[in-house]
């Protein structure tokens, strides 16, 4: 008979002592030669890995040493497999040590599975397999559009990990809190996080991310990046052209227009008239080349989207070649003083730089002669080149 007392104190081992310590005490117990026992380790493995279990025997005596799975039915019977599952392969069995593994680990693997050892009175560990699933990149999901002067509704959602995964909301460095809402589906969680914020036209495209931390991710983060997009009414300003309009210059209007969608059809108009025949519009420009005083009134742009719509106007005023024209108030003396005195020493600057250049490569300098051009037919001549004019008269002017 074998001493039964030693082999109900190794069997009755205090389970809160760690493994360390219980490793120790089962040997301080188990010197007597007759004691024998048998010890588990618990794992944590990634879902798809692969599990190692073990079982650490003492004093082996050449018994029978059995490995069952959480539903307790026999996987090896001393060495021998019992269960037709290949994932589990039998790796070791010394007298000190039997080992199993477990590929493509699944949820539905979890448990305790147990190392047991057949004397007179039996023993048994439990070695607790835990499968830790690691959550995907977040998906977003608009549950509220984001339209100018109100909210937008979003919901950061991770279908799958175990234990479940934290999610949190970023925009520029900050957390913003959202409502945690947490699902268990067999095994494994989904999580969602959903933040509701106020939105103004200058949150169109601000950058949002949805963080996923894991205990299974050591400390990485599993990262969606989230652009918002606000819809809002559009705006619209007809750029004018600098100075009066005479008869023969030509008119270029250009219509800046924003508003998100932004909107595709600009329309033209004149108040209380039809457009002039020669107006030439594409998209956001209108042109009229060679203006004549018919087309004095107040011209259009008009453009809307789903959120509204917006206007400008801009009222032409065509006057004659020679006439003379009151510009706004009169111009303080100081001021003309002022402008008279910065050309002077721009014409210096100039004249400074020119002859710095002529000396320095003789001969092969540009020539400028636009000032012995006749003024007034170069201008005309530009006109009547229509699309060129402005572009003549700019490179004359320079
Ligand atoms: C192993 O896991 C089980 C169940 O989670 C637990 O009760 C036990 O204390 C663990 N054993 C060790 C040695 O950590
Ligand atoms: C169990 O297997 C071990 C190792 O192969 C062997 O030494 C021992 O004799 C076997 N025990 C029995 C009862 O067959
Ligand atoms: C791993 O197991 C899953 C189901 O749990 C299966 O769909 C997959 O094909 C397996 N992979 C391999 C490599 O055996
Ligand atoms: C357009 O015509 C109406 C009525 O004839 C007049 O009251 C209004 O001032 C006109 N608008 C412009 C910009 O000429
Ligand atoms: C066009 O406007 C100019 C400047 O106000 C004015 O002198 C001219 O008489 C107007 N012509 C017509 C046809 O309305």
């Given amino acids: 008979m074998r001493p039964v007392r030693s082999s109900v104190l190794c069997r009755l081992l205090p389970t809160p002592f760690s493994p360390a310590l219980r490793s120790l005490v089962l040997v301080l117990l188990c010197l007597t030669p007759r004691c024998q026992a048998v010890q588990a380790e618990n794992v944590t493995v990634l879902e798809g890995g692969t599990a190692q279990i073990s079982c650490r025997l003492q004093n082996y005596d050449g018994s029978i040493v059995v490995i069952q799975n959480p539903r307790r039915q026999t996987l090896f019977f001393n060495g021998t497999r019992a269960l037709k599952d290949d994932r589990f392969q039998m790796v070791l069995f010394t007298p000190r040590l039997v080992r199993i593994t477990l590929t493509n680990v699944s949820v539905s693997d979890e448990g305790g599975y147990f190392c047991q050892l057949y004397t007179d009175a039996t023993h048994h560990q439990v070695a607790t397999l835990s499968v830790s699933v690691p959550p995907e990149t977040p998906t977003v999901e608009v549950k509220q559009e984001a339209v100018e002067g109100g909210e937008v509704e979003l919901s950061c959602m991770s279908p799958r990990s175990k234990p479940a995964a934290t999610l949190r909301w970023m925009r520029n460095g900050r957390a913003i809190p959202g409502v945690v809402s947490q699902q268990d589906n067999a095994k494994t969680f989904s999580v969602s996080s959903t933040i509701r914020i106020p939105v103004e036209r200058k949150d169109n495209g601000a950058a949002l991310s949805c963080e996923a931390s894991h205990p299974a991710l050591s400390g990485q983060k599993r990262i969606r990046h989230y652009r918002l997009d606000v819809y809002f009414a ?10 009066i309009m005479r008869e023969g210059d030509s008119l270029s209007l250009t219509c800046s227009v924003t508003g998100n969608p932004l909107p595709r059809n600009i329309q033209w108009s004149k108040i209380n008239d039809t457009l002039p025949e020669r107006a030439e519009i594409s998209g956001p420009t209108f042109q009229i080349s060679r203006l004549s005083q018919l087309h004095n009134g107040t011209y259009l742009c008009q453009a809307q989207n789903n ?17 003379v024209v009151e510009t706004h108030s009169a111009v303080p003396y100081a001021v003309i003083g002022g402008v008279l005195a910065l050309l002077v020493f721009t014409v210096i600057c100039v004249l400074i730089v020119t002859i710095w250049c002529s ?21 005309q001549e530009a006109f009547l080149n229509g699309n060129d004019a402005s572009q003549g008269k700019k490179e004359y002017l320079l």
Avoid at 234 to 243: M, Y
Avoid at 307 to 323: I, K, N, S, W
Avoid at 361 to 369: I, N, R, W
Wanted: glycine share 12%; aromatic share 8%; proline share 10%.
């Fill in 234 to 243: 559009p705006t619209v300003r007809i750029v004018p052209p600098p100075g």
């Fill in 307 to 323: 959120f509204g719509r917006a206007a400008d106007h801009y009222t032409l005023l065509v006057y004659e070649p020679g006439a």
């Fill in 359 to 379: 000396v320095r490569q003789k001969g092969s300098y540009l020539t400028h002669e636009a000032s012995g051009l006749d003024e007034h037919g170069e201008v």
